[in-house]
């Protein structure tokens, strides 16, 4: 079945990148785009970006213009979710999606703490 | 970008009654191929969203038939006919129709009274 399974929890420092894992499978990898969305700690859900990872393009929320970078290796399936001058606020849960499936990874926690 | 409004926002709700989340959009949601792209996800508590509804009124494999998704346009409803202990948590309406970005609405938190 439809899986994805993201890498575990991170602690970082304000300031620092973080990067998040996604890995796909059953199903073709490079047929449908990821996105990814993020639930802040005490808000709601947040699209911040997509990937189509056959052709590459992308995009990104205006809200995350400039800290985030979304790539693909389809080598290993697997599609990565980069943010960085990470600030206090950045801390919660951040989720890849395959939104036509309606398919989410488990999250992986990220903590922003000094 | 297209700004979804739930209502109400806190829902608390007796075991086995019914209960609605109300959905509205700040322009149509109908796609220029005649699809409305609009879907509702549940959130539960230590759990990572799960999609119940998408297209409207289509349930995901899995999905009690208690929920059942209706609306058009620009107005959209979420109904649990019965609900259960298990359906605790928060719901979200997504529209996928404008992208991007992909919106969602403020979530809604349905409690058991």
């Known amino acids: 079945q439809v899986q994805l399974v993201q890498s575990g929890a991170e602690v970082k420092k304000p300031g620092a990148s973080v990067k998040v894992s996604c890995k796909a499978s059953g199903y073709a990898f490079t047929d449908y785009d990821v996105n990814w969305v993020r639930q802040a700690a005490g808000q709601g859900l947040e699209w911040m970006g997509w990937m189509n990872p056959n052709t590459g393009e992308k995009g990104y929320a205006q809200k995350f213009q400039g800290r985030v970078t979304l790539t693909s290796d389809t080598s290993i399936n697997t599609a990565y979710m980069e943010l960085s001058s990470l600030r206090f606020e950045d801390t919660g849960m951040y989720y890849c999606?395959?939104?036509?499936?309606?398919?989410w990874g488990q999250g992986t926690l990220v903590t922003v703490s000094s | 970008d297209v700004v979804m409004t739930q209502s109400p926002l806190s829902l608390p709700v007796t075991l086995g009654q019914p209960a609605s989340i109300s959905c509205r959009s700040s322009q149509s949601l109908v796609h220029r191929d005649g699809n409305t792209y609009l879907n509702w996800f549940q959130l539960r508590p230590g759990q990572s969203p799960r999609r119940l509804i998408y297209e409207i009124s289509n349930r995901d494999s899995g999905v009690p038939d208690r929920f059942s998704g209706s609306g058009s346009g620009t107005d959209f409803t979420l109904k649990i006919s019965r609900v259960e202990a298990e359906d605790v948590g928060v719901y979200y309406c997504m529209q996928g129709t404008h992208w991007p970005p992909y919106t969602f609405g403020q979530g809604t938190k349905l409690e058991i009274k």
């Open positions: 999606v395959i939104i036509w499936f309606g398919i």
